[in-house]
């Protein structure tokens, strides 16, 4: 019974020793989990914070070779300009000039593109959109010669023999007299051969008044029936004001012209109306004109001068006026009035 007694006690001291021994394992192996972590971690740490005060001295030694050379600088301000550019409205000032209207309604509209200052006369109509009529002819030009469906050399179409009111109309005529004398039935099948999707894809990117080419064959001009005399352009669906006027010549010759310098002087072959004596001004413009009923009610002149400090463009436009003389060519001599008196 001692003997039994004996060797359990001595189990349970065995036992004993052994789970002291497992308790003592665990906990080493605890401990040196444990401090490896913390020192992976402290290892991580400080690894972030050095490569942090690398990135940083990069960027100070970047900044301050940057500032040496002064290029940085440069960009940040011409960035500056251009966003201001992009921001800022033009100036808009109005001026009196119904001494050179005498009389007539009226208005023009002037844009210095160097300055980015717009000069209004007769606020109201600058902003009311009419019939462009045969100023319209300077954008199927364009459209054309862009395109390549107009060739300057090989440009005469041949008369079908119809008798016309203007008998410069009345004959074989290329594109620089066709121009020149403003005829229709030239540009009616122009136009016919630009198509209505390329027509209107290209007045969508001048932003051209109202972009309305619906009355494709003017048939809402009832002021004439002859088919090749009419079109959209004519009295008809496609309006503009005269201030879009200014702001479409500017889109065709101004410095962010998306135009080739082919098609731009092509067109200032076209256009040039005077060189004044004495001067380094070249004006470059197209008249226009409509009636309604046998009357005018719409008279053009629009294009741009060119001189040494940059582009004017500019348009004027006659309404009606009763007991008045109101031509396209009137338009005209008071453009170049007010334009060569700034």
């Given at each position: ?6 060797y359990?006690?001595?189990r ?6 052994i789970?002291?021994q ?6 080493l ?19 972030v914070?050095v ?5 940083e ?7 301050a070779t940057?500032s040496s050379?002064?290029?940085a ?8 300009a251009?966003m ?33 200052r717009y ?36 440009s005469t ?14 004959k ?8 020149h ?25 001048l ?6 080419i ?18 959209f ?17 500017e ?17 200032k072959?076209?256009?040039l ?6 001067t ?20 053009w ?8 400090d940059g ?8 309404g ?8 396209s060519s ?7 009035q007010i334009?060569?008196?700034?």
């Amino acid at each position: 019974m001692k003997r039994r007694s004996y060797y359990y006690n001595r189990r349970i001291v065995k036992c004993r020793n052994i789970w002291f021994q497992l308790a003592y394992w665990i906990f080493l192996c605890i401990f040196f989990l444990t401090g490896c972590s913390e020192n992976h971690s402290m290892e991580e740490k400080t690894s972030v914070e050095v490569e942090k005060e690398e990135t940083e001295e990069e960027k100070t030694e970047r900044s301050a070779t940057v500032s040496s050379s002064g290029v940085a600088e440069e960009d940040t301000e011409e960035t500056k300009a251009h966003m201001e550019d992009l921001t800022v409205e033009p100036e808009l000032a109005y001026a009196d000039w119904s001494e050179y209207f005498n009389g007539l309604n009226g208005t023009a509209v002037i844009y210095d593109a160097s300055n980015r200052r717009y000069i209004i006369y007769n606020d109201e109509l600058a902003v009311t959109r009419r019939s462009p009529c045969s100023t319209f002819k300077i954008i199927s030009s364009l459209t054309a010669l862009e395109n390549k469906i107009l060739d300057p050399d090989t440009s005469t179409r041949i008369w079908s023999g119809e008798k016309f009111w203007n008998e410069d109309w009345n004959k074989d005529i290329d594109f620089s007299e066709a121009f020149h004398t403003s005829c229709v039935w030239y540009y009616r099948q122009l136009i016919d051969d630009i198509g209505k999707d390329m027509m209107q894809k290209e007045l969508d990117k001048l932003q051209y008044g109202n972009c309305d080419i619906s009355d494709w064959e003017g048939r809402l001009n009832t002021n004439n029936d002859n088919r090749a005399l009419t079109g959209f352009w004519i009295e008809s669906s496609l309006m503009i004001s005269p201030k879009e006027q200014v702001e479409v010549m500017e889109r065709i010759f101004g410095e962010k012209s998306d135009y080739s310098e082919e098609t731009q002087n092509e067109l200032k072959k076209v256009m040039l109306v005077s060189e004044k004596a004495g001067t380094d001004i070249s004006i470059y413009g197209k008249t226009g004109m409509g009636k309604a009923d046998g009357v005018v009610v719409d008279a053009w002149f629009t294009g741009f001068a060119q001189g040494l400090d940059g582009n004017l463009y500019f348009c004027v436009r006659l309404g009606r006026t009763d007991g008045m003389d109101v031509s396209s060519s009137l338009a005209r001599e008071i453009a170049i009035q007010i334009v060569s008196d700034l």
